[in-house]
């Protein structure tokens, strides 16, 4: 497991000449190549990542400034565009789909000198929480290969944590880059709804799905954030940034309140996960944090509404995947509805033809009433009740999963995979940020501790996250 | 309420309701940044990643659609909804790409409305349920006797506002009268191009018919006309079919129908049955739309005159109904000429603005609708054009069929005519009003006609017109004639 310095540092050496962009993207591309094993990348980007890195040193060299991720290799979730390469969603319908346009995340990363090495594997278009449902292959978690490293950001996770690149970008649609974070021991951070643009982003709940940096540390994470966040024109529902840099980030947490989530810790929560969140809640309030246990009721009801909306919105946003344009299509149809058929029937796996099932039948007329309808009201409540509480308090804390990283095959039964995400959804309904950090753990697999914040307070999160870095 | 015995057929009462795609004319399209004029484009220019539906492409409202629906709710007569959102609405097909068309169905940008459609003999208020604002689809093509079709998709994303009335129509003039105001709405506010031959408007009619007043038939929806003919024909086409199906002890299904302009007749195409279940839901990717009444309110400042405000401004002419109808239409024929300036501009003498409009109605609309070429003119010209020539009859100098040429020469002249008068003097157009001159004239004219002259000392009046006809030959048709028939008389002393 490969350590790299930070960020800021590795792209001061390449500005200052004191290491090139070649010399970085090589070790990424090696490093990559000596782990394949854990299947965490799909494709490599050598040529393009070598091309850039050339021009970046030679940009260098005649006195220019390359930017604050200069020469910075990165992996990026293969649910994200990459122009002139391939993006697959790890779905073998976009199986060889080459990106004909870029998304904004990339862009602005590479505006700032980084360097995209590798597009990482998740579940097919974002639908699990351990990447076995990539058309491809099961990312392994780098502390124990017989174990899953979550998902579906987990090729993004893992390849953090086994250090082919400084950070990665992964999604997070109800819990997809917090719980592999969790699952592998990295930082993962969900934004808040809007902070990140999606353009570009293959959609899996387009009122749900945030872009989002996974690091080895917080100030990583925090400079990441910074070079991504923001409105984008091409993207509707993004939200202003707060004013001032993401790095500038206060971590006094003397009189601040943390709300511990009741719902959160009850009797199913793994005995490893409630002992560790308790030690690190005693550091917080021995640092001067005021600890206080608070109820969101309608959490109970959150996974629910989530897979209602999530299903609903993921299989309209799955209606264009129909072998016409791009993408798989059936050569053997004979007539048009037969190539939608037999495109969609072989190009989709089990979990995306489960999913578009639901959400086909919860927006169906005569359902819609009762399940889509009824899940919005819901939502609106569990908006609210994050609202109320944080009027008494000013973050919340809470396990990000339930476990720490099952085995591979384990759970063969989709609702026990779903309900892993009961701690993460939550969150991400209410559209407000929340990260995963590491918590101390003794010999046992990396736990993660979730810190929740309100809406377009990422900065604070970041602060808090900061603390708790240097506490454990 | 409305007798409704009229409008019977062999005892069943017609029902119309017509649902209008209207395509704005806006730069771009309704969701990206792509031109949105495809009239002349080869297929498939006029696409983004977004108009593909390509993955990862999020739609990015146009606001210039949003501003030219708020005019268009303010020509149909309502205020615009400050609340409105989009939807998806689901359905596969080839010329659809992302597998759902973005458009509005819970919260439109338009709720209720009128349109007053003018007929033969009275004026009808037709209510509007809904306006709402959606995006096209491609077109496809399927070529006979190939094992394949064609999409372009140059067109997908144009931004449409559908105008669906209420059932307030029982025949087909009313149908026919509805259409046409609701292109002149369109055209007047300046929300469409409203080229019915590219489409820019498209009808679908929904009929019914039934013996029991007070209650529906089942419809059938006639869709995409796109001639006011064309809706007044199918109209006709349906009520008779119906009501010969109904008579011969048949039943009336609820479907889809299509025109076959050639035949005359629909043709069944879809029934409910196999009707799609579009499963809507609330677009994600754009925010619900909030109107600011400082926006509503400035737009409404800039709303044009209309139709219906010309007409009255007209009424005092007593113009027929046919020349009112075709000033109404030119009006709009040509985004760069207008007429209604013009005559606004006389409308403080009834004389003149008389005048003016017949000029407007019996010279310049007919000559440039058969001269397309004849160029346009500014307001200002065309009204300073105008104000002289009608001083110049005013005066007597210029007789009715001299304005005619006058008029006819200004138009079609290249360069453009700076002084009227001196043109008009030069070809002739002037009216010689000179007493003595035309005494000259007269006196030679009596000298070699001895015979009429006599005539006429005689009493035999009707020779004067003779007279004065051999009076204008020799003034080269400069004489007025009326000073000439005075000068007759003192020298003959009738």
Known sequence: MKKWPLIT????DVNNSKTTAVELVEESLRLIDQNQEYGAIISVLKDKALERAKFIDSEIKSGKNMGRLAGVPFIAKDNILTIGSETTAASNI?????APYQSTAIEKLESEGAICVAKANLDAFGHGGSTENSDFMVTKNPYDKTRVAGGSSGGSAASVVLGLAPFALGTDTGGSIRQPASFTGCIGLKPSYGLVSRSGVIAMASSTDVVGPLTANVSDCALVLDVIAGKDPLDSTTIDRQSGSYEDIDDNIKGRKIGLIKEYLSDSLDEEIKQAINKTTLKLKSAGAEIIEVSIPSLDYALAVYYILCSAELSSNLSRYDGQRFGYSDKTAVNLSESYFKSRAKGFG????????????VLSSGYYDAYYRKAQLVRTKIIQDFHEVFKQVDFLIGPVTPTTAFKIGEKSDPLSMYLSDIMTVGVSL???????????????LPIGLQLMT???????????ARKVEELI | MEKLSKYLYKGYLPTIGIECHVQLKTETKLFSGIDNDARDAKPNTLVSHICFGLPGSLPVLNEKAISLAVKAAFALNVRPQIDSHFDRKHYFYPDLPKGYQITQFEAPIILGGNVKIKLSDSVKDIGITRAHLEEDAGKSTHKEGKDYSLVDLNRAGTPLLEIVSEPDMHSSEEAKAYAHELYLLMKYADVSDANLFYGNMRFDVNVSVSKDQNKLGTRSETKNLNSFRSVEKAVDYEIKRQVDLLEKGGQIIQETRGWNDAKQKTFSQRSKEEAHDYRYFPEPDIPPTKLDNNFINSIEATMPVMPEEWRNILKPLNLDPSSEDLLIDAEVEDANINYLPVI??????????????NWLINIEIPLRRDNPEVKALSTKERVDYYQKIYDLNETGSLNSNRAKDLIEDILKSDAPITDIEKYASDKGYIQVSDESEITEIVRQVLADNEKATNDLKNGETKVIGFLIGQIMKQSQGKANPAIAQKIINQLIKL
């Open chain 1, 9 to 12: 540092t590795i792209a001061n």
């Open chain 2, 344 to 357: 606004e501009k006389f409308i403080d003498s009834k004389e003149a603005l008389k005048k003016v409009t």
């Open chain 1, 350 to 361: 089990t979990e995306a033809k489960r999913r578009i099932m639901i959400g086909t039948y």
């Open chain 1, 94 to 98: 976009l199986k060889g789909f080459i």
């Open chain 1, 430 to 444: 209410a559209g407000i940020p929340a990260i995963s950090i590491p918590m101390e753990r003794e010999n046992g």
């Open chain 1, 454 to 464: 309100k809406q377009r307070k990422d900065k604070e999160l970041l602060g808090l």
